[in-house]
């Protein structure tokens, strides 16, 4: 253990990969919304629900997005 190296800061990819999951988070989105029209009301809440995270998800990722880009001008 002593001979660990400290893991570097990889933050020249943290845009493209926090894009990638508002993409993803995005789609399922989406999907969610054809899944419901075959849903019962119970799943329907769920998905309501999930859906509700999802987007608060994105608020924050693309709140991270802005502060990376911001970094990386420096």
Known sequence: MANEKPNPD????N???LQENVTNTIE???ASHN??????EEEKQDIERKNKRRNQSLESMRQEIKD???HQQY
């Open 10 to 13: 990889k933050r020249a990819d």
């Open 15 to 17: 845009v493209d990969r």
């Open 28 to 30: 399922n989105i989406e």
């Open 35 to 40: 899944a419901m029209q075959f849903a019962t």
């Open 68 to 70: 990376e880009a911001r």
